[in-house]
């Protein structure tokens, strides 16, 4: 066996394993789709719904946000750097987001809404993209 083919063989073997150890990526607690109310929740057409996604998109009612940067702020806590566009305008926030322990998500200086604390429930429903 050639010097190249056995190189060749250490690397795939090498790869293959490090492909058997890497954590799988795993949906952040925080993802998912939320609203203001339980009631809010069944309303396709309430600004209060939002929805997070892949770990790093966040969508509101006329307003989308992509996270640059997320960083834990405690165990259940995250700071994030927010890209925004929103009816017509491009916009930066710089969040916190945290699930309480009765199990909402709780953002303080959100990119949205009149409140800079806003909490939602988690909405059981699929929501369609």
Known sequence: MSVATRIAMVLSLAAALAGECAPAWAAQPYEGFWASTKKDCRDQDSANRMSIEGGNRLYWYETR??????????????????????EGEKFRSTPRVSIAADGRLVMQNGPVGQAKHQTYVRCEIARKR
Request: aromatic share 4%; charged share 30%.
């Open 65 to 86: 946000c992509r996270a640059g940067e997320i960083t834990a702020d405690g165990k259940q806590s995250w700071k994030m750097r927010l890209a925004c566009e929103g």
